[in-house]
């Protein structure tokens, strides 16, 4: 678990985004990647045929839309509030600012603009009412968190008693429920307790909840320890204070949530295939062979859906991957493209990017919520 210092993500490129080898030991370090787990699959009913997304979920709400703003710069997501409406950054066309905004097709509102050498925007939530994102500085404090109504008006400090913040780049950094917007961080070693802040949603006094233990935020109201030094991958559950142990037994790299993990079973030097399991070692099921990548750190997006890519020869050369979702309801994988530039989800959306040979960047979203 650390705290997290990275600069601001370049605008959106031909660069490559999906996961290797080295990315599933960088996870290690996250606080939800679990080093165990059993092997053992039970045989599963043979799958429906495999579609794509268009023929499998006709009625699904998706969107696309060119990088390019207006006024030139390219806009980077960061999250989606429906398929076309997105929160996301955009240097201003000098270069010298970061602009943060709102982007509805071509219309723009302006949330944040600064320094682009002084900030970085990360860590991102939204409500039906709010918009909540922690900005990142040099300075002390180093993490502040802000809101905005989704319906206009000017952005607001929430606080800047954040304490060391811990952001792991997923969709639960910040958490909001029962009326608070909710937040990890480290206090002195991280490996001795974790703090759990939060605010009210509308600002106020932050109210502190030690954990011993080095945890994660998870789907509220858990929190995922991935035993890496407390040797007891488990779940701990913040309104009954109960913990739930995380059933492990062979050499499986496990990424888990409170109601499914992601299982990579690796051979004696790769990757073999990977399974979804219960937390609790039950319904052990095979999802893609070894030649398949977690395309998302997040395990089963809505508790359904796994987002995973299928690197082709050209990836190491272009970027680009298939983009497909496991539906665990249906056991049926769904191709969603061919040649995606990476993916990202929250809140139930997915969105990646495609480019073109001359390097024109088009964003393409698609709201699992309205998967029937």
């Given at each position: 678990?650390?705290?997290?210092?990275?600069?601001?993500?370049?605008?959106?490129?031909?660069?490559?985004?999906?996961?290797?080898?080295?990315?599933?030991?960088?996870?290690?370090?996250?606080?939800?990647?679990?080093?165990?787990?059993?092997?053992?699959?039970?045989?599963?009913?043979a799958p429906p045929a495999r579609t794509d997304a268009k023929t499998?979920?006709?009625?699904?709400?998706?969107?696309?839309?060119?990088?390019?703003?207006?006024?030139?710069?390219?806009?980077?997501p960061t999250i989606f509030l429906d398929a076309t409406t997105a929160?996301?950054?955009?240097?201003?066309?000098?270069?010298?600012?970061?602009?943060?905004?709102?982007?509805?097709?071509?219309?723009?509102?302006?949330?944040?603009?600064?320094?682009?050498?002084?900030?970085?925007?990360?860590?991102?939530?939204?409500?039906?009412?709010?918009?909540?994102?922690?900005?990142?500085?040099?300075?002390?404090?180093?993490?502040?968190?802000?809101?905005?109504?989704?319906?206009?008006?000017?952005?607001?400090?929430?606080?800047?008693?954040?304490?060391?913040?811990?952001?792991?780049?997923?969709?639960?950094?910040?958490?909001?429920?029962?009326?608070?917007?909710?937040w990890a961080a480290a206090p002195g070693d991280v490996a001795e307790?974790?703090?759990?802040?939060?605010?009210?949603?509308?600002?106020?006094?932050?109210?502190?909840?030690?954990?011993?233990?080095?945890?994660?935020?998870?789907?509220?109201?858990?929190?995922?320890?991935?035993?890496?030094?407390?040797?007891?991958?488990?779940?701990?559950?913040?309104?009954?204070?109960?913990?739930?142990?995380?059933?492990?037994?062979?050499?499986?790299?496990?990424?888990?949530?409170?109601?499914?993990?992601?299982?990579?079973?690796?051979?004696?030097?790769?990757?073999?295939?990977?399974?979804?399991?219960?937390?609790?070692?039950?319904?052990?099921?095979?999802?893609?062979?070894?030649?398949?990548?977690?395309?998302?750190?997040?395990?089963?997006?809505?508790?359904?859906?796994?987002?995973?890519?299928?690197?082709?020869?050209?990836?190491?050369?272009?970027?680009?991957?298939?983009?497909?979702?496991?539906?665990?309801?249906?056991?049926?994988?769904?191709?969603?493209?061919?040649?995606?530039?990476?993916?990202?989800?929250?809140?139930?959306?997915?969105?990646?990017?495609?480019?073109?040979?001359?390097?024109?960047?088009?964003?393409?979203?698609?709201?699992?919520?309205?998967?029937?």
């Amino acid at each position: 678990m650390t705290a997290t210092a990275s600069p601001e993500a370049p605008a959106p490129a031909r660069r490559r985004r999906w996961p290797t080898a080295a990315v599933l030991v960088v996870a290690l370090a996250a606080g939800a990647v679990l080093l165990f787990g059993g092997s053992r699959v039970d045989p599963p009913p043979a799958p429906p045929a495999r579609t794509d997304a268009k023929t499998a979920w006709p009625d699904a709400a998706r969107a696309d839309f060119a990088a390019g703003l207006p006024d030139g710069p390219l806009f980077t997501p960061t999250i989606f509030l429906d398929a076309t409406t997105a929160v996301g950054t955009a240097p201003t066309p000098q270069g010298s600012e970061s602009r943060l905004l709102v982007r509805s097709g071509d219309r723009l509102r302006e949330l944040r603009r600064l320094p682009l050498d002084q900030l970085q925007f990360e860590a991102f939530t939204a409500t039906d009412d709010q918009i909540f994102w922690a900005e990142s500085t040099a300075g002390k404090p180093a993490v502040r968190l802000w809101t905005a109504d989704r319906s206009g008006g000017p952005p607001r400090l929430l606080t800047a008693d954040t304490g060391r913040s811990v952001f792991f780049g997923n969709q639960y950094d910040l958490v909001v429920a029962d009326g608070r917007l909710h937040w990890a961080a480290a206090p002195g070693d991280v490996a001795e307790a974790t703090e759990v802040r939060s605010v009210p949603v509308g600002g106020g006094p932050v109210t502190v909840r030690r954990e011993t233990g080095q945890w994660a935020l998870s789907a509220w109201p858990w929190l995922v320890d991935d035993g890496s030094t407390s040797g007891e991958p488990r779940l701990r559950n913040l309104a009954t204070a109960r913990d739930t142990p995380i059933v492990s037994g062979g050499l499986d790299v496990l990424t888990c949530g409170p109601v499914w993990c992601r299982a990579m079973v690796m051979g004696e030097e790769t990757l073999t295939r990977i399974d979804l399991v219960r937390p609790d070692g039950t319904g052990r099921r095979k999802i893609a062979g070894g030649a398949a990548q977690s395309a998302i750190t997040d395990v089963a997006v809505l508790d359904r859906f796994e987002i995973l890519a299928e690197p082709g020869p050209d990836t190491d050369l272009t970027g680009a991957a298939a983009l497909v979702v496991y539906d665990i309801a249906t056991g049926r994988t769904v191709d969603v493209a061919s040649d995606a530039d990476g993916a990202f989800s929250s809140g139930g959306l997915l969105w990646w990017s495609t480019a073109t040979a001359d390097e024109e960047i088009t964003w393409h979203s698609l709201d699992l919520r309205t998967v029937p």
